[in-house]
């Protein structure tokens, strides 16, 4: 029997259309970057815009009183533009929100990853991101004739008991507390309590991820060293998951800087400066709001304020972006 | 078929398995196994993928348990206390039965902490930068590391990776350390330096290692089981240990069929 050599394949039966394929190819390739082009010319519009009317702010306001006036009054007769009274408090409610969101977010996430069932978790996820989906005008006024009327019956219930621990406080030396304070129907605590809970499905969702794809081979290296279900994950499992959850909690603050609805029916629109939780204040987006609500003229201060508010705003969530990705970069363990 | 060999030793029994059997789901893994592991021997487990060796292995400390799916079924005796009894407690049962497996898995720590770790969660009261060194020269590792204790041990290469395993296992001084492929994911020199770690850590411990490679099983171990897998009727594999004896007698005059045709390579 002859052994058969391979058969030459006739060329004539093989005409690829190689120009087509390079044409399509270029075309696919164009409109491909054209749309993501898009993306990158608005953000670069976006900031262009931001600067430029910044720029034009700060040369009717010089940046000094800009960071050192102690009132904000840009609508007023009396001008000033004391940035740090809306900073302080966006400042304010974020933490107060991230106080919420990280143990209600942190502890869903290891109970989602490590001791639900599997069926339980496919449940639990998406009933948890379901909050996420809440509108925030929703949680806003929730936030206004739900949860700050429940507060201010809770502090009156609580009186009796708070005036004794009062009076004890002031039976000690160097301290003098007038009296209990009153929580006012526009007030930070109880927008920034409910940011925390609009923020805790974010938290909760991408620190389950970070948590769920350490590999399982690190937790069975700790259970083969005699160690209990809870020493592995705060040993092994959440040191793992650090940078993860460390840049959930980040974007969680981000997005907290930027929430307009919750604050603005929540917080009331009263610039204060300081830390008190009790009285209404006026987030850097509550006052965009109220200024592009009214009419500010093209061109005029007020107009050039917003912009100034806006950069202030995009400057600080650029840096906690910029310190998430520098943390992660740092902190993110590579496993194959 | 099965047969309970190497009974009849000068060594005491570490562990004892009778009839054990182990299935995830309905899928029955492995059947009816019966052997005794003598102490302060290496036993190796060889046998085609599927038939079951590393199932067994993660018997000994009930690292199985963490699968919700298993079940183990039978009898396994360790210093002749059943393991899987009520009453026994697997995190003990862990700290001293250590574990390496196939793919070295240091955790994102130092390496000092890496091997600090199991000692401190088991309440080691003694000399911590003592305990790390000396299992670091156990593991023949310290030479390379002693200068950067602190570097990440992610940072070392898979070598020293699956070498700092071993010191991190025994660390804690346990009496028996299971391997699981310990090898199948190092060059050949680091696979040799690990063998002949065995060799120094067989003075004080039991070994039990599972490996695909046969002259790994011939040239470090005492005692060798040889595991097969035979299709079942749903159409799966079912693993069942074929031939347990001294690991010269396996790979010279093996009493079984099947055996000798796998340690010549005819198939497997």
């Not at chain 1, 996820?125 to 949680?139: D, N, S």
């Not at chain 2, 770690?197 to 790994?216: A, C, D, F, G, R």
Request: with cysteine; proline share 5%.
């Amino acid at each position: 029997m002859t052994v058969q050599s391979p058969s030459t394949p006739s060329q004539s039966l093989w005409r690829p259309n190689r120009d087509r394929s390079r044409l399509i190819q270029t075309i696919v390739k164009c409109i491909c970057g054209a749309f993501a082009a898009v993306s990158i010319i608005t953000t670069l519009g976006i900031v262009a815009t931001l600067l430029f009317e910044t720029i034009t702010f700060l040369q009717e306001i010089p940046l000094w009183q800009f960071l050192t006036d102690r009132k904000w009054t840009p609508l007023f007769a009396s001008k000033e533009f004391g940035i740090f009274v809306l900073v302080s408090a966006t400042v304010m409610i974020s933490i107060i929100s991230i106080l919420v969101a990280m143990p209600l977010g942190l502890l869903a996430a290891i109970c989602l990853s490590e001791y639900a069932s599997p069926r339980m978790r496919k449940i639990l996820k998406p009933v948890l991101e379901v909050l996420a989906g809440v509108p925030t005008v929703v949680y806003g006024y929730f936030a206004l004739l739900t949860v700050t009327p429940s507060l201010q019956a809770l502090l009156e219930f609580l009186t009796p008991l708070l005036n004794v621990f009062l009076a004890v406080l002031n039976a000690l030396p160097f301290i003098a507390i007038e009296s209990l304070p009153e929580l006012k129907g526009f007030n930070s605590l109880s927008a920034g309590l409910v940011l925390g809970v609009m923020i805790t499905p974010l938290v909760a969702s991408l620190s389950e991820d970070a948590i769920y794809s350490v590999p399982q081979r690190l937790r069975d290296g700790a259970y083969a060293l005699g160690t209990t279900k809870r020493e592995t994950i705060t040993s092994v499992v959440l040191p793992a998951a650090l940078s993860g959850i460390v840049s959930s909690l980040i974007l969680a603050i981000s997005r907290a800087v930027g929430e307009t609805m919750i604050v603005t029916l929540a917080a009331g629109a009263n610039p204060t400066l300081g830390l008190n939780p009790f009285v209404p204040v006026m987030t850097m987006t509550a006052f965009i709001v109220q200024v592009t609500k009214g009419d500010a003229v093209h061109g005029s201060i007020a107009y050039q304020t917003l912009f100034a508010v806006g950069t202030t705003l995009f400057l600080i969530t650029l840096a906690l972006n910029i310190f998430s990705f520098w943390f992660v970069r740092r902190f993110r363990e590579k496993y194959d | 078929m099965t047969q309970t060999a190497g009974a009849t030793t000068a060594h005491k029994i570490a562990f004892q398995a009778e009839k054990l059997s182990v299935s995830y789901g309905s899928v029955m893994a492995v059947k009816d196994v019966f052997l005794e592991i003598p102490q302060n021997q290496i036993v190796a487990f060889i046998g085609p993928s599927g038939c079951g060796k590393s199932t067994v292995l993660r018997c000994f400390n009930r690292m199985n348990d963490l699968i919700p799916s298993a079940k183990v079924e039978g009898r396994i005796t360790f210093n002749g206390q059943d393991i899987y009894d009520k009453h026994v407690d697997a995190v003990e049962l862990r700290r001293r039965v250590g574990m390496v497996f196939q793919r070295p898995n240091p955790f994102p720590k130092s390496i000092y902490q890496n091997i600090a770790f199991g000692a401190k969660i088991n309440g080691y009261q003694g000399d911590m930068d003592e305990l790390v060194e000396r299992s670091l020269r156990d593991a023949a590792l310290w030479d390379e590391v002693k200068d950067k204790l602190k570097a990440s041990g992610l940072s070392l290469s898979g070598g020293q990776q699956q070498r700092l395993c071993i010191a991190r296992a025994i660390a804690i001084e346990p009496e028996v350390i299971l391997m699981d492929e310990p090898c199948s994911a190092l060059d050949p020199i680091s696979t040799l330096r690990v063998e002949e770690l065995m060799q120094e850590l067989k003075q004080k411990y039991t070994i039990v290692i599972v490996t695909h490679n046969m002259q790994q099983a011939s040239r470090t171990s005492d005692y060798t089981a040889f595991y097969n897998a035979k299709a079942t009727d749903q159409g799966g594999k079912m693993g069942y240990l074929v031939e347990y004896d001294r690991t010269e007698v396996i790979f010279q005059q093996p009493a079984q069929q099947s055996t000798q045709e796998y340690v010549s390579g005819r198939f497997g």
